[in-house]
């Protein structure tokens, strides 16, 4: 893995200094909105807002880049993330920042399109899964670190923002400077979303709910604890044991559901995250309980996302699953843009304890439909289960990366 890292070394660099400066603007924008007396709606919108640039990115970005190449096109996306990092510190409005955070969410596609490419093009097939690991690993724990430039503003409002900023642009060095080729994007389209639920009804239902979960999360996490008491610090604290908590659990649940009935994982994952959401709801102070559970939650809720593509991939053929990916990634984006509208109607209807039982509602429907299926149809056997495989939320650059599909490209290209 040693050496799998170091042949990256640049790209992850790169991902880690971009999530470690923009991982925690979620956050940071929900607290000061929060203190300047905005309502959960329009703090809720503004977390949509990012979302639906994600999405709209991910479907558009591919033109431009095969258009002027990846170095032209990173930087471009960098810049302008960058520019729009400093733009938050110059005015404080709802309106302005829904605006700023679309254009991130544009941005933050780009960007992984472009990291994602270069990583797959440099992966030899025998160190598919390191570099995999590698990314995961840089970019959960840029996000996670990052939380911690929240306590920045006790000494000036604007030092998160001009910080962010910093890292954002420094991240642009270590790509531009390196000697990787990359390919131009897939091409392919996904799968349609009526063939998806044909193959896989489970993993479709189950990655649209895990994105409204997270979006909520994402978006208002923040503002939940702030209004139980919370300071920045213990903000910054509790998002990055959430986000910890994430990474902890993946692979146990990866390797369980490696063994037995994949659905079967699944469906306790969101009893899991509905049990964790409910402690949360029920919660009322800060404390080491809060914390514990919120890092329950983070790694129940975290594993859902690639439990649920390795079931739909149970179900398909190899040459199929990057495909796939792309309309689960879309599935689970749109999810995340209506999770953050979604709890804050909860939010403004019952208080603080709103953004859980959204949560929770949301998982004990994807727990009832988990059950459900089970009854109506067999479980793959389990020697012809795809092995589980640990993938982030971001495009399907990323799935191009696993072994299991990718070595079955390799063995398809070669004469």
């Not at 642009?169 to 131009?184: D, G, H, K, N, Q």
């Not at 903000?235 to 044991?241: G, K, W």
């Not at 199929?320 to 804050?344: K, N």
């Not at 640990?390 to 079955?408: H, K, Q």
Request: net charge positive; hydrophobic share 50%.
């Amino acid at each position: 893995m040693v050496s799998a890292m170091l042949s990256v070394r640049s790209l992850l660099l790169a991902i880690f200094m971009l999530m470690a400066g923009s991982g925690f603007l979620a956050t940071l924008t929900s607290v000061r909105l929060e203190r300047a007396g905005s309502s959960a709606l329009f703090i809720g919108a503004v977390g949509t807002a990012y979302f639906l640039g994600l999405v709209i990115g991910s479907l558009r970005v591919s033109r431009l880049i095969r258009r002027v190449g990846h170095i032209r096109a990173f930087a471009a996306f960098v810049s302008l993330f960058s520019a729009s990092t400093l733009t938050y510190a110059i005015h404080q409005d709802p309106v302005l920042w829904a605006g700023l955070r679309f254009v991130d969410g544009l941005c933050v596609a780009g960007v992984f399109v472009c990291l994602e490419s270069w990583l797959n093009e440099r992966a030899e097939a025998r160190s598919r899964g390191s570099v995999l690991a590698s990314y995961m690993i840089a970019l959960y724990a840029g996000q996670a670190i990052g939380q911690f430039l929240l306590n920045l503003s006790e000494t000036k409002p604007s030092m998160p923002f001009l910080v962010a900023s910093i890292l954002i642009s420094l991240a642009v060095i270590p790509v531009v400077l390196t000697r990787i080729s990359a390919p131009p994007p897939d091409e392919g389209t996904p799968l349609s979303i009526r063939r998806l639920y044909g193959t896989s009804p489970l993993g479709i239902v189950g990655a649209t709910l895990t994105g409204v979960m997270l979006g909520a999360f994402y978006a208002l996490g923040a503002v939940h604890v702030r209004r139980l008491g919370m300071d920045l610090s213990e903000t910054a604290l509790f998002m990055s044991i959430v986000i910890l908590g994430g990474i902890a659990l993946q692979w146990p649940l990866g390797r369980l559901s490696d063994r037995f009935d994949r659905r079967r994982v699944i469906v306790v994952a969101f009893g899991g995250a509905l049990a964790a959401s409910i402690a949360l709801a029920l919660i009322d102070g800060p404390g080491p309980l809060l914390l514990t559970f919120g890092a329950l939650f983070g790694g129940l809720s975290f594993a859902l996302y690639p439990l649920c593509v390795a079931h739909t991939n149970d179900h398909l053929a190899p040459e199929e699953r990057v495909a796939a990916s792309g309309g689960l990634v879309l599935l689970y984006s749109i999810g995340a843009a209506i999770g953050p509208l979604a709890g804050a109607v909860a939010m403004t209807l019952v208080g603080p304890s709103g953004l859980f039982a959204v949560i929770g509602a949301c998982a004990g429907m994807a727990l009832g439909f988990g059950a459900w299926r089970q009854l109506r149809g067999l479980p793959v056997p389990a020697e012809l289960q795809q092995s589980y495989q640990i993938l982030p939320r971001t495009t399907p650059m990323a799935a191009a990366l696993d072994p299991l599909a990718s070595d079955r490209t390799d063995s398809r290209e070669k004469p």
